[in-house]
């Protein structure tokens, strides 16, 4: 199994433009969660989804940010438009289901805002 | 005051010693998870508890629900266990983070 798989490995771009971060969890995985780690403030829960669905979209830090989960094989955290406060690395993580399972966390793209 | 707390924030230790770190916690929970950061960035879950003791090689994590403490012990300590290690309890929807030990073990 090839583990979760996150793209762009690493982003920068210029503060205004739109990101767009994609995962693609293990197969068979109905829990995906999108994670995201800064110095400051460690690691933060961002969203989390069950069977597709958006569970949780608490930890969502404001409008600028969406996730989306289209199917059960891909899902895409999107920053519009980009702050520089944003650069961190996000991590995408599945799980076999939503009730007390082991994540699996993909590699995390660092992304950074100029 | 946090809602999950790690203790040491740092920790050195020498090749081949017992190690443990500790997480204290002040919310009820439904299970606690030990991460496991490396210096490279990858994160990798080590356990998830929800009572009781868990073991895995040389790693060993226990929770006291009644007390909302939870540690994990690493025996016989090796260069590449310095890494971060990380807590994180789930409370109802949501999980919540420790802020991490960083662990170095030296040969």
């Known amino acids: 199994d090839a583990g979760v798989i996150q793209s762009p490995r690493h982003e920068v771009t210029e503060m205004g433009q739109e990101v767009t971060l994609r995962c693609k969890p293990i197969?068979?995985?109905?829990?995906l969660f999108w994670y995201r780690q800064t110095m400051m403030r460690g690691l933060e829960l961002l969203i989390y989804?069950?069977?597709?669905?958006?569970?949780?979209d608490s930890g969502m830090p404001e409008d600028r940010f969406s996730a989306k989960m289209p199917n059960a094989s891909f899902s895409t955290l999107k920053i519009q438009p980009s702050e520089p406060r944003d650069s961190a690395v996000y991590f995408c993580a599945s799980s076999l289901s939503i009730a007390q399972e082991t994540q699996y966390f993909g590699p995390g793209t660092r992304l950074l805002v100029l | 005051k946090n809602e999950v707390e790690q203790s040491p924030q740092n920790l050195t230790a020498q090749e081949g010693e017992f190690i443990t770190i500790n997480c204290s916690y002040s919310?009820?929970?439904?299970?606690l998870h030990w991460l496991q950061q490396h210096p490279g960035g990858g994160i990798v879950s080590l356990f998830m508890l929800s009572s009781g003791k868990k073991k895995h090689g040389r790693l060993i994590a226990t929770i006291n629900i009644q007390e909302k403490h939870s540690s994990l012990h690493i025996t016989a300590s090796h260069p590449r266990d310095s890494a971060v290690y990380i807590c994180?309890?789930?409370?109802?929807?949501?999980?919540?983070f420790g802020p991490g030990t960083r662990l170095s073990v030296l040969p």
């Open positions: 919310v009820g929970i439904s299970a």
């Open positions: 197969s068979g995985h109905n829990s």
């Open positions: 989804f069950n069977n597709n669905v958006p569970i949780d």
């Open positions: 994180a309890v789930r409370k109802g929807q949501n999980f919540v």
